[in-house]
């Protein structure tokens, strides 16, 4: 983002051409910053000699495919996650889940577009040992992009609804896509839905209210006081989980963490315990008025350190108020 903070001469600068905008057209004022590397389509002539250049056909494909380079690079497991709605939120608890027992790298916000992926995926270091990445689509052709990117070794399929459904002619359509992310994964862990489970390939490691051939069985819930309390069948074992909501959703996105947490191996007591601490996630970077006639921006939700930098990036974006203030 040529509005970034974070631009300085160890920046490289994709140059990207949108419907709306062309990244070429911010060459100059990036210069003027201290940028000193660009990926473009053509060299603008006045820059010449001011900068150093690298021409490609496409600065998008260029980008993607730097970015599956980058995941090359990494063997340790990386999570890959679609669906219609419950990416971010699914992302986000599995994240405070396995936190304890991994070093995590995951999509900042909802970073699951053909840009966002691309950008989530450069935040891998040599550190992680665990990768949680968003994959979303809206036409058809754009999966297998992210899924060359993102290479998951295992598949969570959240939950198919209609968002984004203009972009396909039927639902089916929509699922077959969606699917090619998970075509080279291990495993894909969803509920489980026959008219998904057709255009799979690989095993799968499902959950069902109502169908006991799933891997895992949900033999009872109960909801009183603002909890729910979940008697739940995997293999020749019934556990108990205490989730501190009631809503269908949060708990169809809690099932999808502890199916992805016993795959991995965490204790049950783990599970039981870890689970019964979920929270509702908030909205990120939220603006809200302030005192005094300030501008308070709100993203206590999150402090790694890819969320640090986007903050900070949004913060230097506020050309209101001249006096910026940050607390830690």
């Known amino acids: 983002d040529s509005r970034s903070l974070q631009n300085n001469q160890n920046t490289l600068f994709f140059a990207l051409v949108g419907p709306n905008n062309d990244g070429h057209n911010y060459i100059a004022e990036l210069i003027e910053k201290g940028v000193r590397n660009f990926v473009v389509t053509q060299i603008p002539t006045q820059f010449i000699d001011k900068a150093c250049f690298l021409v490609v056909a496409n600065t998008l494909l260029a980008l993607q495919h730097y970015a599956a380079h980058h995941r090359s690079k990494f063997k340790f497991p990386v999570i890959g996650l679609t669906g219609s709605n419950g990416k971010t939120i699914v992302k986000e608890w599995l994240n405070f889940l396995l936190s304890p027992d991994y070093s995590v790298v995951r999509s900042p916000k909802s970073f699951n577009s053909q840009v966002g992926v691309p950008l989530s995926i450069f935040g891998i270091n040599e550190n992680h040992t665990l990768g949680i990445f968003e994959a979303g689509i809206s036409l058809k052709g754009e999966m297998q992009h992210l ?90 074992e019934i556990f108990k989980v205490s989730l501190p909501f009631t ?82």
Not at 174 to 183: M, V
Not at 207 to 223: C, N, P
Not at 293 to 321: R, T, V, W
């Open 247 to 328: 809503d269908a959703i949060s708990i169809e996105n809690a099932i999808t963490c502890i199916c992805t947490l016993l795959y991995l191996n965490i204790a049950i007591s783990t599970i039981t315990d870890r689970i019964s601490k979920l929270y509702n996630i908030e909205i990120r970077l939220q603006a809200k008025t302030g005192i005094n006639n300030c501008l308070l921006i709100d993203d206590s939700f999150s402090s790694d350190y890819q969320s640090l930098k986007m903050a900070l990036d949004f913060l230097e974006q506020q050309k209101l108020h001249q006096k910026k203030t940050i607390i830690l």
């Open 147 to 236: 899924a060359d990117i993102i290479q998951p070794n295992i598949g969570i399929f959240t939950h198919l609804g209609n968002a984004h459904q203009e972009g396909f002619t039927t639902v089916e359509e929509k699922i077959i896509e969606k699917c090619q992310l998970f075509s080279k994964a291990e495993i894909l862990i969803l509920e489980k839905n026959d008219w998904i489970e057709k255009h799979i390939t690989i095993p799968t490691f499902t959950w069902s209210f109502e169908d006991t051939k799933a891997t895992v069985f949900i033999l009872s819930t109960v909801k009183n006081n603002l909890k729910t309390s979940l008697e739940i069948q995997f293999k020749n």
